[in-house]
């Protein structure tokens, strides 16, 4: 089977996120690989020590991402691709997507497996779109898969209850929390890491021009979410209280 | 200059820190008061190539060097005083003298188990006369026809009791000066007449393994004597080299793990209407453990990239540890100090920081031994 991983380098989620002028502080931060696509390189390790293949993980990014992308071949990838994407201007989704369309659509991809949501810009657009533009199936939140004879079983996370389907290759699917245990890159899979093939191309070399992968967003503002100011805590009588928590709401909190 | 670690170095250090934070960290309170051996996260460790690092992938290892090894015993100590100092004795003490030192069957027959992490290795070096003064060493070995008999007595060894085998100093002669000929030999742990014991109370690292040996007439085929039989001495001394190392890197751990709780601390914990981490006392505290322990990462990483770069580094190694294991307790002292009351409690793990963070100034040669070594090698009269 040919299975390929769609990744992102994100900032790690034990960071604080800091803005300066409207943009998001990056220097001395540490970052990882978005935890939703761990649990989609495990799958994709999985699926293939099952089925057989060749699992390829591919990232739109700078070469930051090397390290992240090594670290997915050492949990046991075979090879990578990262795809450039340095001169696009204000790429976003969108920019992604087509990125990895015009990648795609020169593969024959059996499965391709992604996050639910990457946890920095947490839209969850990249991989339904991919598979929109791709003209294949796809099926999002998936927290177990079995495939068999070019077909997939597949229960899928539906805010908590369970949806089970059973859908044809080729497949996006996008991977959410419960999927699986991501493993520890062991350390002579970091060392065999190493010498696996990364390969790097750019937007040339899938024969796309800037503007047509330009974003179609506009990001108007950045800030943080307000402090958290101290709780008030009632007293009194339990039926006085619930009358003030009442008129609270109703006055100063303008819930209800 | 070039400060930075590789990518391989920096995947290493990550995983081990994801590793030992999710595995070993919430069982550290756990084992420090049962004084229980986490022998399931050893076996976890080798599964993941963490006792094989430094050494090469034909015997087991996992072909790192000795940086990336120095970063997993940090993060490792980080997390838990007494699985790294089971694993730094296991790595540097236990299977470094075999890879440095042991003949090809050697290293195929007792490294290898150890690189895969199947045994952990130990080192029985110090006896109730002698440690660092190792003229003293008592136990002796006599040749009586193709077998060494060894008589004596070890104390303190670090993992003996999940040893397969484990690393024998012993007196074999005099040499053409008169003094002890020392030899190294590898003994069986199951050898007829060998008897470990672990019935010592510590005051820190109480989880890891600290056993007594005692020999009676334990016999050890001619071959397993452990390199040179005429250079046991300078071979324990290199061992000891790199072993300072590896104890300075797991001070660092136990400093930083105090000081981010300090700092954590003292970003949450109000008093007279303010954060304590405001007030100037508690600003200099932080500053002066920040810097310290900074200063003790940069000669920690010098000391593990000299030996990597096979240059000397015996004074570097001796910098190293003094510095590190001095700071790490200052470090865990202030921070106790900083959490008051409730740093007193063993609920907020720094009084077991401090108890374990003790030993790193004792353990592998004290601080005045590391001042002896350096006063030696910046060439003050003998």
């Not at chain 1, 090879?79 to 340095?86: G, N, T």
């Not at chain 2, 070039?2 to 391989?8: I, P, T």
């Not at chain 2, 890879?99 to 130990?122: D, I, M, N, R, W």
Request: net charge negative.
């Amino acid at each position: 089977m040919n299975i390929y991983v769609i990744m992102k380098r994100t900032f790690d989620t034990e960071e604080k996120i800091q803005i300066d002028s409207g943009e998001i502080v990056e220097d001395g931060a540490e970052f990882i690989i978005n935890p939703y696509d761990e649990y989609a390189i495990e799958e994709a390790i999985q699926l293939r020590d099952e089925h057989g293949g060749e699992v390829t993980l591919v990232s739109v990014g700078d070469e930051e991402a090397e390290k992240q992308i090594r670290t997915g071949l050492a949990m046991g990838a075979d090879k990578a691709v990262l795809i450039e994407d340095e001169d696009v201007e204000n790429g976003d989704q969108f920019s992604t997507e087509a990125i990895l369309a015009a990648y795609f659509k020169d593969q024959e991809a059996d499965i391709i497996l992604g996050g639910n949501i990457a946890v920095d810009g947490g839209s969850g657009q990249v991989g339904p779109r991919l598979a929109e533009n791709l003209g294949i199936n796809h099926v999002t939140s998936i927290v177990n898969i079995e495939i068999e004879d070019g077909k997939a079983k597949i229960e899928r996370d539906v805010e908590g209850d369970q949806e089970f389907i059973e859908i044809s290759l080729p497949l996006l699917v996008t991977a959410q929390q419960g999927l699986n245990e991501p493993r520890y890159p062991s350390l002579p899979g970091i060392m065999k890491a190493k010498k696996k093939p990364l390969e790097t191309l750019d937007l040339d070399d899938l024969d796309l021009d800037e503007d047509e992968v330009e974003g179609k967003t506009n990001t108007v503002e950045r800030y943080l979410p307000p402090e958290k100011e101290a709780g008030k805590i009632l007293e009194g009588e339990i039926d006085d209280q619930v009358n003030e928590l009442v008129s609270l709401l109703k006055n100063e909190a303008k819930v209800i | 200059m070039d400060f930075s670690f590789s990518k391989e170095q920096l995947m290493i250090r990550d995983m081990v820190r994801d590793f030992a934070q999710k595995e070993i960290a919430p069982i550290a309170e756990e084992i420090d008061r049962t004084e229980r051996f986490p022998i399931e996260n050893f076996k976890k460790m080798g599964e993941l190539g963490l006792l094989g690092i430094p050494f090469p992938e034909e015997y087991g290892g996992s072909g790192g060097d000795t940086l990336s090894y120095i970063l997993a015993v940090e993060e490792i100590g980080k997390a838990c005083g007494s699985t790294g100092l089971s694993y730094a004795a296991a790595v540097s003490l236990g299977a470094s003298p075999l890879y440095a030192f042991g003949t090809e069957e050697q290293k195929k027959e007792h490294l290898v188990p150890l690189a895969k992490g199947e045994s952990l290795g130990a080192f029985g070096l110090t006896e109730p006369n002698a440690g660092s003064d190792a003229g003293g060493t008592r136990t002796k070995a006599e040749l009586k026809g193709d077998k060494y008999v060894i008589n004596g007595e070890k104390c303190w060894i670090t993992n003996a009791s999940f040893a397969r085998t484990v690393i024998v100093t012993a007196v074999t002669g005099k040499d053409d000066r008169g003094k002890n000929k020392i030899s190294a030999f590898i003994v069986p742990t199951d050898s007829p007449g060998l008897t470990i014991r672990s019935e010592y109370e510590k005051m820190g690292v109480r989880g890891s393994n600290t056993t007594e040996l005692v020999l009676e007439d334990v016999e050890v085929p001619e071959e397993d004597i452990l390199g040179d039989p005429s250079k046991g001495f300078n071979q324990f001394l290199y061992t000891l080299d790199g072993g300072r190392i590896s104890i300075a890197a797991l001070a660092l751990g136990i400093g930083k793990a105090a000081y981010e709780a300090a700092l954590q601390y003292s970003n949450e914990r109000k008093q007279f209407g303010k954060l304590i981490g405001s007030f100037q006392a508690i600003q200099f505290k932080l500053a002066d453990m920040a810097m310290e322990l900074e200063l003790a990462s940069n000669m920690v990483y010098k000391a593990a990239w000299l030996k990597d770069q096979k240059k000397p580094f015996k004074k570097e190694a001796a910098m190293a540890k003094l510095f590190a294991s001095e700071s790490a307790t200052r470090a865990c002292n202030q921070a106790l100090q900083i959490h008051g009351g409730y740093g007193y409690m063993r609920e907020y793990h720094i009084e077991r920081y401090l108890r374990d963070a003790k030993l790193m100034e004792i353990g592998e040669g004290t601080s005045e031994i590391q001042r002896l070594v350096i006063a030696r090698e910046i060439g003050c009269p003998r």
